[in-house]
């Protein structure tokens, strides 16, 4: 049994013993090392100077964000005020009673928050995490490459058409790659990607009964498709790249497409990008994710009051307005995909010429579960056990993608790993 659920019980008695202050000199902030939170660490020195409050930033890789938090929040360790979590963890956290329930005032504005992303930090109606950005994920690719080599992207293009696309664009001599995709193992990173591909070619992670389908038809045609694109037209060491890693290729002028995040969008500096809905092996739902980096508080926080202060503000319209008037960033750096309210902003809609697309994508990802996917989750399957699941099926993803070994060695290890974790937590 993982972490998680060997924990649950003792936090949850845990958390119904501790106090909560009233008030907090200080308070420790886990976050992921992205942009959006780089740039919070800044705007947030006028909520500090304001209350008198010193704000500690802990900024941690994803994978190691998501293991430290996990650790730490499960065991009732105290390290932290504030984490960085998402839509795998708030509803099951917040079941288990290993993160406080959020209540806001009027002013906060709740009901323009997107319904798919409060839906997704919530559990049975209740907010448990607030989304400081939430994000599908999309095509975003150099029209001027793509022009230049007489292609073009469609939205909710066939993947034949887009590894087409990639070796028109790729010229490895001129150091441009037809296309950057996610190959780092976790959860989270590689398998974000790979599960919506794996979607899309009408596949899922377990069946009716929870029983892993890494073995199926469809999990061995997209790993094979996915291998062979990055293989032959991704950069050198795409087994070791995640989002911050082909972000920095993307703004070198090094490749030619990217499908990731599309919160992405902000934070692309190179001139003709365009944008297009996620492609799809003939299967659309779950083509695209969905996700938010949420803020939440541990169980039991002696600063919990302070915490969900800083929360409300830092989730607010009024921040948006705060990073949109700060002098180093502006309406292209808000962080996006969390309120309605953003995108009637004429000035964001000037500024974010991807705002369309976002948009788009997020209200066309598919989380609820149906006859082929009979789970909650788009990249990620919404159970306790997935963190454990993913993370073995990533590993052996990326030995597939470096060589180490083939497609078919790869998926049977993982069927192996993953069939052994749900059986030890009693699915079958």
Known sequence: MNLVCKTALALTLGAATATTASAADELTIAIVNNGHMINMQKVAGAYAARTGIKLNWVSLEEGVLREQVTSDTATGGGQYDIINIGMQEAPIWGAAGWIEPLNFGDDYDLDDMLPAIRNGLSHEGQLYAAPFYGESSMVMYRKDLADAAGVSIKDNDSWDNIKAAAEAMHKPDEGVYGACLRGKPGWGDNMAFITTMVNSFGGAWFDKDMKPQLESQEWKDAINFYVDLLGNYGPPGSEGNSFNEILALYNEGKCGMWIDATIAASFLEVEGVAYAQSPNAGNPVGANWLWAW?????????????????????????????VADHPEF?????????????????????????????????????????????????????????PEVGGAVAQEMAAALSGAKSVDEALAAAQEAADAIMQEAGYY
């Open 294 to 322: 949420a803020m939440a508080v541990p169980a039991g926080s002696p600063n919990s009051e302070e915490s969900m202060k800083f929360i409300e503000w830092a989730t607010s319209k009024d921040y948006i307005k705060a």
């Open 330 to 386: 502006g309406w292209g750096s808000v962080p996006t995909g969390t309120r309605a309210s953003t995108y009637a902003y004429p000035e964001f809609q000037e500024a974010a010429g991807f705002a369309a697309a976002e948009m788009a994508a997020i209200e066309s990802a598919a989380p609820e579960a149906t006859d082929l996917k009979p789970y909650v989750g788009v990249q990620f399957a919404a159970i306790p056990e997935f």
